[in-house]
Structures are given as C-alpha cells and as structure tokens.
C-alpha cells in the first residue's frame, strides 16, 4: 500500500425521507440566506422542489433561486452563481440535482470568496482555494459521484476547455434514491457508467500490485453491472436504485484511490470531446472506453486479464492477452446490453467535429499503464466515429 | 441498502514517515500539555518512544507520561488516567500503541470531561458522552481498527463485564506500517484475526439481501486471509503489513457497516471470556468462531454458503448446507494452519473457569440468522474446551 492521507469531510444522510429527517437539523447550523440552486426545473415537476423549500419556509430562511444550471455546467454559470451570492450576501448553498449542478455550486462556494478568477488562479497560478461559502447537497441524478468530493468539472466555453477544478466539499449530502425514481432510464443508466468509470480509471492505475483498494474496486464494479441489469428489468426497483446511488458515492469519496495513482485518460478524453459537442458525459465514456483500452491493453495485459476474470467472471484464455481482450469486449457487449451507445455517430456527434482539436487539448495523464500521445489519443476518437 | 447516516471524523496518515511528516502540524492545533499514553513499554525498546517525544519536545509541548495500558484495558485504569488529566491539566492526549491504548484514551478523554461516573452514565442511564478532551493515535499495532470510530472495549474488574462504551473518536490517526516490524508474529496475526472476526461478524449481519457493504466486506476478508498467509512467509514484507494495516482500519470505520445490522455475537461471548481469565481477544476469537458458526449455520444457510464461495472459493456442494459448513470448515482449517489455537485448553483456559457465569452474563445480540440463548451460548463454550 502506498503512503497515503485520507479525510472525509461530508456527513452523508441515506435514505427514505432523509431530507425531512435530518435537513431541517442542517439548515439550523448556518445564516438566514440560503440559495437553492438547480438545473433545468424537473424538481418542479417531481415534487421535489416544494419539499426543499418548505422546509426551507419552516426553517424561517431567505431563499435566492438559482437555477437553469446546465448539463456541462459552464463557467459563465459560476461567475453568475457567484455575483448572486455576493449581491444577495448568501449565508449557505443548497445544491438540488446531480453531478453538474453540485459542481457548480462548489466553484461558486470558492468564487464568491475570491477578489481573483478562480479559473486563472487554479489553472495558470497552481493556488487552490481554502475559503468558501458553505454548502450542502441534494443528490437526485446519482453518477459522478460529486456529493463526496471537491472536485468539479466546469466547461469554459470561450477557452474551449472543459477540466477538473477544486472548490468546497458540501457539509452534508442527502442521498435519497426515492429522489432518482423520476429520472429517465437513459439518464440512469448513463450516470451509472460515469460510476463504473470512475471505478475502471481508478482500478487501472498504478500500482498494479496486492492492493486492497483494488480488491473493493472490484466489488463496486460487480455491483454497479449487476444493479444496472436489475434496474433495466426492474426500473422501479428501490434497492437497485439505492446500491447504485452508494456506489456513485463510494466510487468517488476517496477510498477507492487510496494508495493508487489514478489515470483518468478516458475522462480527460471524454472532457475535451464535451467541449467541443457539449455531449452527454456517461455516454461519451461508453463509446471512449473499450477503442481506448483495446488501444493500450498490450501493455497492461495482466491488469487487463485480472479485470476480465474478477469484474466479468471469464475464464483464462490461451494467453494473458487473449484473457485481457475477452474482458474488453465483455464491456463493449455490456454497453450494447444496456442500450448505450457504441459510437459517436450514434450520439449524434457528426463529421463536421474537429476531433483534431479535441486531441490537441486532451490533457495527457500518465497513471495507466501506457502513456498516450495527442496523435495516439486522435487515432482513438476516429476509431469511436 | 437501509437507510444510514455516515460521517468520518478521523483524518488518516499512512504509511512511512507518517509521524515525522505529519504529526509536528496536527500537534500545533493544540494546547501545550500533551498525556503521552502508552502500554507496557515495547515502544521504549523498538525506537518509537523517542522519535515521538523528540517531536513533541521540538513542538515544545510539555509532556505528562501515562503508561502500563495494560491488554485488556480496566475501568480503574480509565479512571487513573482521567484524574491525572485533570490534575495536570492536560490539552491533549496522545494514544501511542494498539486497540486497548487507544480504547483506553478514548474513555479517558470523555470521563475527564465528566463529574459522574462513565460507565453508569452509559450502561444505566444510556446516555453517550459529548465532551472530550482532544486526542491523536498512533498506531503500533493494528487489529482492532480503533483509531477509525469511537467505540472502545473496556474491562470492568470488579462487576466482571468487558464490554463497548463509547468516548472520543481520534481528530487524526498515524499508521506507519513499520511502526509495527517489531510487533511479535503472534499478537500481529491475533491482531489480523481481530479484523476477519470484525468483518465476518459484520456480514454476517442483517439483511441478507443485495447489498454493497457485503460486497466490499468479501473483498476485505480475502485481502486479511491473503495477506496473513504472505506475512506468515515473509514476516518482514512491508506491503504485506500495510495491507493488514489499512484492512484492520477499513473493516472498523464504518464503510462495511453501512445499511447493515451487525451481529458481533462472537465478541460478546469473547468479551465476556476475558472478563472472567483476561484472555488474549484475537485467540478467543479464533477459538469461538467455528463453534459458534457450526451451532448457526443451518438457519442461514444462504449466507454461510456465500461466504464459502465467495471468501473460501468453494465450489457449491450437494445442498446449500453442506457448501455453507465447507465454508466453515475452510475458516477452522485456516485458524490451525496460521497456528491460532482451536480450544480454551491451548489458550491456557482452565476448566476451572466459570463459564456458566460467562454465558449468562453474555450480551445476546439479535443481528445474525440466530437469536442465541444463554444455554445456547454455555453449549458452545463447552464445545470450546
């Protein structure tokens, strides 16, 4: 196990009826003005939206809307969200919604708290913040994991740059699954290979070496296959719903990467095609990840092959590689199974993107056990057309 | 997945160089007196006593020693520290060792805190302390998993009962994997023990049903069974100790309890062992296991069979029954081959000891596939002899 330093800030509350359980409790630790952000209004129409803000009516708070956070939240959002709290003097943030919404907040958390562009001071100065307005989170599109974490994902349209930034971690997260019974499948499903994804860039990271944290990837990959296949048959499954939403959590609250190097070379693929399209992020990852790993397998061919026995339960082949190849293709018959798509045409992203450029401003990781190169990573986004 | 709630307010440095790297920042958080408690004294020899005071005398602490935390920590010994507390005035305590020192400062910290009595205020009143003086652990030898959550195991010599109260949880938790080279091979594989019997005792909780925790437990329990038999072979291999380091954390900070009843029958039959001969944890564990699972195992058959397939590799028998004892079977199998004892006789248990005042002063817990009763629980330690 390599060295490592682990803190988990956010208390988590689980469960049926956990946001009238245990938010009112919340509420009463901060200042008057809470602004409520979400995305595109489906909590109006699910219920949702009137829950939160008559507890947040009981609890006596000032409420400031704010809503219309997009898809691939933006970085003009943030620099709206945070002229709103500065202008309103918001006391906390209540984040209602899924990843983007709950990544935004958390930029805007910093923002608000800064006299510089966070942008320029994370990307281009290497300073991360250390002040923030307080907030919480709502989870009701479970996938990325956001909730547990400090890590966002802000797509900055004029740069056409879409990357990882560091804001504050929500003081609470309450994770109700009744809360995703409403989501469309599609978007179940893709939020559940986001979680998958997170798992497989953390699981191919370096060490390749006994690692318990790799032990409980596996454990969290099953499940989050398994539970997919419930919830096609079942979509209204509680259980399968909840196991899913946890393990979005687990997959990003830190225990996975314990010890690890993560790679995260799909992501930063996946990033770099959103800027350009504006695509949906778990189905980017769909088409990205097998025409990547069949590209580097070779080179990690006993990680791949331990994947295939352990995560796809497939016997040893004549060879290591011939092994690492059957769990590739088990997760490409996996990603048909459940009805993502396989290529970028099937997503809509036509002839006319300019993949040349999407693979120029892919920033490189080198976690995996092969190191990509930006004609390398090109070859890649054409064999996904 | 049940509904819970999850916070985890211990921060974790791991691995070499823990203390020297981090403990000079978390002691500056401090107040100046610092209780530096300790067992019996293996600290002194093996070096780690001195590289921990040199760093408290350069952070310029004044320095209050609290030692001979004995095995099975006593009340009067929790009591002893409390009042040295207070007297001195103590700002922060200090746990250096394994589960008993820690379990020992963790009682001290909230009974310095109180004008009553801990324990009546917990077992009679149930009422659960909210005041603590500060405390750190570093961690010398791993098992117990104490340096992750609050609870602590506590013997009281003079009403004969050993069990859990509840007292500070860590601010933050240094585990060097070399801190524990010195550490005999017997009390490190009892230790390791500890964290398969945290674990078994956990999946084997309710519900039975699709379930994260137990998927992540299985992935545990295989990791402690591997790393055990590495360390068996090579008692000096670093990856092999920091494995079972981080396992004893993870099996005892809350991540595999999650939408989990637990059952810990096996430890209040334990607990209550060592009230009445102080006996070594880890081997009355070993001995208790099997006993108690052959005396269960036909009312949750399902269950022990999983555990046969999925952390033994057994493939499925003729029924469900005979796969699930093969599992149990495999477990004692493994207990002799890592040279733990199979009876009370090899312990050095007499048969002068009372058991029958063991069994009745057992706590039966109710969250396992068997409800036992006291004669049930004096059947299996007469099975233990």
Known sequence: ??????????????????AADYLPTELAKYGDTVMLAFGGGSIKSNGIYDEITAILKNAGKTVIEFSGIMSNPTYAKVQQGAGLVREKGV????????????????????????????WDMELNQRKIPT???????????????????????????????????????????????????????????????????????TYFGKPDSNNLSDDINEAVM???????????????????????MWASAMAENGI????????????QIEHQLGAYTDCNHGQGLAVIHPVLYRHIYKSGAARFARFARNVWGIS???????????????LADFIKEIGMPTTFAEMGIGENVDLKAVAQSTNITAGCCKKLTAEEIL???NECK
């Open 91 to 118: 006391d906390f943030i209540l984040a209602v919604g899924g990843g983007s919404v709950i990544d935004c907040c958390k930029i805007i958390s910093a923002q608000a708290k800064l006299d510089c562009d966070i």
């Open 131 to 201: 002040e923030f307005i307080p907030m919480g989170a709502i989870v009701t599109v479970s996938g990325t994991g956001s909730e547990m974490n400090s890590g966002a994902v802000i797509t900055n349209e004029e740069k056409k740059i879409k990357c990882g930034l560091v804001g504050a971690s929500a003081s609470f997260a309450i994770l109700d699954p009744e809360y995703t019974m409403t989501v469309p499948m599609k978007q179940v499903i893709s939020g559940a290979f986001d979680t998958l994804s997170h798992a497989m860039e």
């Open 222 to 244: 099953r499940s989050v296959i398994v539970n997919i296949r419930i919830l096609l048959k079942e979509p209204q499954d509680y259980n399968a719903r909840s196991e899913l």
């Open 379 to 381: 070859e890649i986004l």
């Open 316 to 330: 040893d082949k004549n060879t290591e590689e011939e092994t690492a190849l059957a769990g590739i293709n088990a």
């Open 1 to 18: 196990m390599n060295n490592f330093t682990f803190s988990y800030p956010t208390k988590v509350y689980f469960g049926k009826n956990a």
């Open 256 to 267: 996975l990467k314990i010890g690890k190097i993560t790679d995260f070379q799909a992501h």
